[in-house]
């Protein structure tokens, strides 16, 4: 059995579009002939936490160097890229904060980028994702349009996509609701937005 790994960052429940985006896109892959379990990880409700001295220190030791302090500090990043390890799609649900990503998602992508468990460094200095074989699916709202005129302000799929690629997974599929601020949630038909894409 699949699993499917739904990341929820906005705030907002039921008024959230990415969340009824990010819904949808699920729905649309349940639909097909595999079998998926289904994992939730809100970031909104177990918020991740910043990094920290202990937990940046605890990132370059080796396990049995850590200290009782260090070791407390690394649960929560274990907990999640363990979610991300046990995933075959990931599902992230992205809504726009001033041109950008949420500060709890931010805090989710600093909890997952872990030198040698997420990546490593090769010898001649290039770095390697340990984390291949997966496909994510970016659910992205915004409240103006940015995918056409307003392009040249828009930063998270190209973030996320970097990110993401240097963890080794490089099959993303990114799908938007637009100009959200105009727009009642009620009357927003997500389905079309999914079902319109071919990657799906």
Same mark, same amino acid.
């Given at each position: 059995?699949?699993?499917?790994?739904?990341?929820?960052?906005?705030?907002?429940?039921?008024?959230?579009?990415?969340?009824?985006? =990010?819904?949808?896109?699920? *729905?649309? &892959? %349940?639909? +097909? !002939?595999? $079998?998926?379990?289904?994992?939730?990880?809100?970031?909104? /409700?177990?918020?991740?936490p910043m990094l920290s001295?202990?937990?940046?220190?605890?990132?370059?030791?080796?396990?049995?160097?850590? =200290?009782?302090?260090?070791? *407390?500090? &690394? %649960?929560? +990043? !274990?907990? $999640?890229?363990?979610?991300?390890?046990?995933?075959?799609? /990931?599902?992230?649900?992205?809504?726009?904060?001033?041109?950008?990503?949420?500060?709890?998602?931010?805090?989710?992508?600093?909890?997952?980028?872990?030198?040698?468990?997420?990546?490593?460094?090769?010898?001649?200095?290039?770095?390697?994702?340990?984390?291949?074989?997966?496909?994510?699916?970016?659910?992205?709202?915004?409240?103006?349009?940015?995918?056409?005129?307003?392009?040249?302000?828009?930063?998270?799929?190209?973030?996320?996509?970097?990110?993401?690629?240097?963890?080794?997974?490089?099959?993303?599929?990114?799908?938007?609701?637009?100009?959200?601020?105009?727009?009642?949630?009620?009357?927003?038909?997500?389905?079309?937005?999914?079902?319109?894409?071919?990657?799906?």
């Amino acid at each position: 059995m699949k699993q499917i790994l739904h990341i929820i960052s906005s705030p907002r429940k039921d008024q959230s579009f990415s969340l009824g985006l =990010s819904k949808a896109i699920i *729905r649309k &892959l %349940v639909c +097909s !002939d595999e $079998v998926f379990k289904i994992v939730e990880r809100d970031l909104t /409700i177990s918020e991740p936490p910043m990094l920290s001295d202990h937990q940046i220190s605890a990132f370059y030791k080796k396990a049995d160097e850590r =200290s009782e302090d260090e070791k *407390r500090s &690394l %649960v929560y +990043s !274990d907990i $999640v890229i363990n979610e991300i390890q046990n995933s075959s799609i /990931i599902v992230i649900g992205i809504a726009m904060y001033n041109l950008s990503v949420s500060a709890a998602l931010k805090a989710w992508i600093d909890q997952i980028v872990r030198v040698n468990v997420s990546f490593k460094w090769n010898v001649d200095g290039t770095k390697e994702g340990l984390l291949s074989g997966k496909k994510v699916y970016l659910a992205i709202a915004s409240g103006r349009v940015h995918s056409v005129k307003n392009y040249e302000m828009e930063f998270i799929e190209s973030y996320l996509k970097l990110i993401l690629g240097s963890l080794g997974i490089n099959e993303i599929t990114t799908i938007r609701v637009e100009g959200t601020a105009k727009k009642n949630i009620n009357n927003i038909n997500f389905n079309q937005f999914v079902n319109s894409n071919t990657h799906l």
